[in-house]
């Protein structure tokens, strides 16, 4: 195999693998914007808050919060008014857009949630674990 053919072939294998990172890329976007759709609707019909969370795995602020959500008192009463959605950003280079589109600057820091009311009211951020669990208890604790 002469070195032009190889030089062609690996243009071809990398154009190729840019390609389908770019849709994957675009795929996972999509899914994630489809399921903050379905989920804000859902939380309507529910007559529930919508939370869509950013976050990761790395991060141990976001732990701490998927921790405190999951507290078998508190996860009975946010199953009770919210529809909790989360979103991975990875190392900031995942479901970026997904975060934009809402809003929300990931690079400001994690954990993030964006709370819609099941009114349809104007969205409410909170920045960090103890802003959204505060938020959180407050909306729990409504008549």
Not at 114 to 143: C, H, M, N, W
Request: hydrophobic share 45%.
């Amino acid at each position: 195999m002469s070195l032009r053919s190889i030089t062609i072939s690996a243009i071809v294998v990398t154009t190729i693998a840019v390609a389908l990172v770019e849709h994957h890329r675009k795929t996972q976007q999509k899914s994630a914007l489809q399921t903050i759709e379905e989920a804000r609707v859902a939380a309507h019909k529910l007559d529930k808050f919508l939370m869509v969370q950013f976050g990761a795995s790395w991060c141990p602020d976001c732990v701490e919060l998927s921790r405190s959500l999951k507290d078998v008192m508190t996860s009975e009463r946010v199953e009770q008014h919210f529809i909790v959605v989360s979103i991975d950003v990875g190392e900031f280079n995942r479901n970026v857009n997904v975060a934009r589109s809402l809003g929300i600057d990931v690079t400001q820091g994690i954990p993030v949630a964006v709370f819609f009311p099941p009114s349809g009211d104007v969205s409410s951020v909170r920045l960090g674990t103890q802003q959204i669990l505060a938020y959180i208890k407050e909306v729990i604790a409504r008549p």
